[in-house]
């Protein structure tokens, strides 16, 4: 089965660090774009972070630019996000999700996971 | 950056009917568009990829149209479980992948 399965998520006060993983399995993982989509408690969708299959491209939205970091370890399937200098707004559901064509970085998400949920609070 | 505008916000319907919900891109995306199904507390869901694509396993009652710079989704007969809140998504860039701030279908 295609699947995504996120973790690290939890609470941490403003200014903490925290990192989520996202480990992949039933597809060739190393050609596929991984994205971070985030989602505030009763907001909309925002796109976070990609990193790409092969060439490691990666793109980060403005609000978390300098603060977050993405990589992938394509030998152990698994997309990482390392958020650090957290804020209040950092608050939300974090997915992980597949773009819909391998080697592609540009597409429409196809999977995604169940999400994690990170809260910054004092 | 690429701005996309959804409407409605909301919408209420029932079953059976037709309904459609648009995006507007704030310039052109080509047809780098997708529309996605979330219901409370699960992840999206994805329904249609370049624009009128139907993803593997969506009812064909589900259809996409553009006209320029405006992407139309259709549902052609509400079923019970079609209520959700649905979004559309640009990803003609990878700099931005933009998404709509979302339509709430309700009953």
């Given amino acids: 089965e295609v699947q995504l399965v996120e973790s690290g998520g939890g609470l ?19 050609s596929y774009t991984i994205n971070w989509v985030r989602q505030a408690p009763g907001m ?22 300098g603060r977050f970091t993405i990589s992938r370890d394509n030998a152990k ?6 958020m650090d200098s957290l804020r209040a707004e950092d608050t939300a559901v974090y997915y992980c999700a597949r773009v819909h064509r391998d080697g592609y970085l540009n597409d429409a998400f196809d999977i995604w996971g169940q999400g994690t949920m990170v809260t910054v609070s004092s | 950056d690429i701005q996309m505008t959804q409407s409605p916000s909301s919408l209420s ?3 059976g009917d037709r309904v459609t919900i648009t995006c507007r891109a704030s310039q052109g995306i080509s047809n780098s568009l997708a529309w996605y199904q979330q219901k409370p507390g699960r992840a999206p869901k994805l329904l249609l990829y370049s624009i009128s694509r139907l993803q593997s396993g969506v009812p064909s009652r589900f ?17 019970p479980e079609d209520f959700a809140t649905y979004y559309c998504q ?5 700099l931005l992948s933009t998404f709509g701030q979302g339509t709430k279908l309700e009953i």
């Fill in chain 1, 12 to 30: 941490v006060k403003p200014g903490g660090s925290l990192r989520l993983s996202c480990a992949a399995s039933g597809f060739t993982f190393s």
């Fill in chain 1, 44 to 65: 909309g969708l925002e796109w976070v972070s990609s990193v790409s299959g092969i060439n490691n491209y990666i793109y980060y939205a403005d609000s978390v630019k």
């Fill in chain 1, 77 to 82: 399937n698994s997309v990482f996000l390392q």
């Fill in chain 2, 13 to 15: 319907a029932s079953v």
């Fill in chain 2, 63 to 79: 259809s996409g149209s553009a006209s320029g710079t405006d992407y139309t989704l259709t549902i052609s007969s509400l079923q």
């Fill in chain 2, 90 to 94: 640009q990803y003609s860039s990878p």
